[in-house]
């Protein structure tokens, strides 16, 4: 006999059940909430406003940049402060807990709810098997970002002794879980997503549930970050076969010159079709002005005028004080670009990362030409003029640096650019030392230039001291 589920035994999912409301599960008169069909667990899969904050590692790359006010006098004392100035003397350990690391295990234990209860749940078997595909998928999609963000990142040579994240695989509120290594973290994501990705829907319920064309996509960033080429190059495939479509921002630049969003065809959320997987870093509206939406002066410069990356979505002047510094350099969203308008996934998969890696598992295997036909299908989408198309490079290296420049003009914000710098750090060719002047305009304070090592402790994320302390199997792993 089935067990009906009642709101004492989804209570541990606090908020996450409050964004659902009874778009994803039924309220009986009385006001109890009821999870009895297979269906219910379907959809409480789903997860409208699925949230990754950045907090403790969003200075962390090349790519970003931060208003200087923000830095002053928090150089110790703060997640912005130490990462602009990659202070590695400061202890990180003793700065309030950001929301990532819970916000994964929440998100898994709702997946390993599903998993336990939907068997046992009313309702056809296709129902079932589609529920605990799709949970398992963003079940593995959680542990993906929390190994890649609390751990190393994956290296063959040392995985199988790195400490990982915790694997969490049923619903046990009793159990303490250990800490994995970063192998084994990987291990299970793989088979996860191996076996769940060809029985995702083509067409899933909507736009929160995960496609298959996302399952394939998902596959093929864990075997690119597992060194997995040959595997990762074809889903990604895969994937493309289901969506291949990109965005035309030359068109859309055509359409707005001044970049003011007012008669350029919107892609609110929901229907960008480049988007696979809806994940932002945090807000209502995941507006990028408020939440770290501002790129380097180095990376304003890499795009150029030509890139509609830059000029569609970015202002260098005219911002507001309040989050900008005129004359630094940098670049902030254009807050009229806003999700009601374009829906940028800050945090999730998108069809463009898909040809990214597809062009760089070309490049490891070998075929520059398909690497470079691959990336210039992108770019011809991103850039105008004569500079659009690049040749084909003459060695595997120049290929590579073509994929990774691309990549951090593409990959904006979230996680992209960290977890490029730790999982290209661990090859010499094209591990990076990362090094930024700061301050560039204040005259209160010295220039400085601060110096961010690719074997650097900072690319290791502390887990939340509140984990800690209630678990003494989580240690931290630097």
């Known amino acids: 006999m ?8 989804l209570a541990v999912l606090g908020a996450l059940l409050c964004t659902s409301c009874d778009h994803y599960i039924d309220i009986k008169p009385t006001g109890d909430i009821t999870i009895d069909s297979a269906r219910q667990y379907l959809q409480l899969v789903a997860i409208p406003n699925r949230a990754y904050y950045p907090t403790a590692f969003a200075m962390l790359t090349d790519n970003s940049w931060i208003k200087e006010s923000t830095v002053f006098g928090n150089e110790n004392i703060s997640f912005d402060g130490i990462n602009t100035t990659f202070n590695e003397a400061a202890d990180r350990l003793v700065l309030r807990d950001n929301n990532l690391y ?26 079932k098997w589609l529920a605990k595909a799709e949970a398992r ?18 290296d063959p040579q040392t995985a199988g002794t790195d400490g990982g994240v915790a694997i969490v695989s049923e619903y046990n509120l009793e159990k303490n879980p250990t800490k994995a290594t970063v192998a084994e973290v990987y291990d299970f994501i793989l088979r996860e997503i191996d076996e769940a990705a060809p029985q995702l829907s083509a067409n899933p319920m909507d736009v929160y549930h995960p496609s298959r064309a ?10 690119l970050f597992h060194h997995d080429w040959q595997q990762a190059l074809e889903a990604a495939e895969k994937s493309l076969e289901l969506n291949n479509r990109l965005v035309d921002y030359v068109a859309l630049q055509e359409a707005d010159p001044q970049s003011d969003w007012k008669t350029a065809t919107p892609y609110a959320k929901g229907d960008n079709p480049e988007v696979l997987n809806y994940a932002g870093m945090g807000g209502v509206t995941d507006n990028l002005t408020y939440t770290y939406g501002m790129i380097s002066p180095e990376l304003v410069q890499l795009m150029g005028p030509d890139d509609c990356r ?21 670049a902030l969203w254009n807050s009229r670009a806003t999700y009601t308008r374009f829906y940028y996934s800050s945090v999730g998969l998108r069809t463009a990362e898909v040809y990214l890696i597809k062009a760089e598992c070309q490049a490891r295997l070998g075929d520059l030409a398909g690497a470079t036909a691959t990336l210039n299908l992108l770019r011809a989408k991103r850039i105008r003029g004569d500079s659009a198309l690049i040749s084909q490079p003459a060695t595997e290296q120049e290929m590579m640096m073509q994929v990774i420049t691309e990549r951090r003009k593409e990959l904006l914000f979230g996680f992209h650019r960290f977890w490029d710098l730790k999982r290209l750090n661990t090859e010499p060719a094209y591990a990076t030392t990362v090094t930024r002047t700061f301050p560039l305009v204040s005259t209160d304070f010295a220039h400085q230039t601060y110096t961010l090592r690719p074997g650097s402790s900072l690319y290791i994320i502390p887990f939340p001291e509140s984990v800690r302390s209630m678990n003494p199997n989580i240690t931290n792993n630097y």
Do not use: P
């Open 214 to 223: 996302f399952g394939y996509a998902f596959q093929a960033q864990a075997h």
């Open 102 to 127: 819970e916000n994964c295990y929440d998100y898994i234990l709702r997946q390993n709810i599903v998993l336990s209860e939907v068997d046992a749940s009313i309702g056809d078997d296709a129902t």
């Open 310 to 330: 830059l000029s569609l979505f970015f202002k260098t002047t005219g911002n507001s004080s309040y989050y900008f510094d005129e004359g630094s350099g940098a």
């Open 137 to 154: 998928t963003m079940r593995a999609w959680d542990h993906f970002v929390a190994v890649n963000t609390f751990a190393k990142a994956y």
């Open 2 to 9: 089935y067990m009906r589920k009642i709101i004492s035994l």
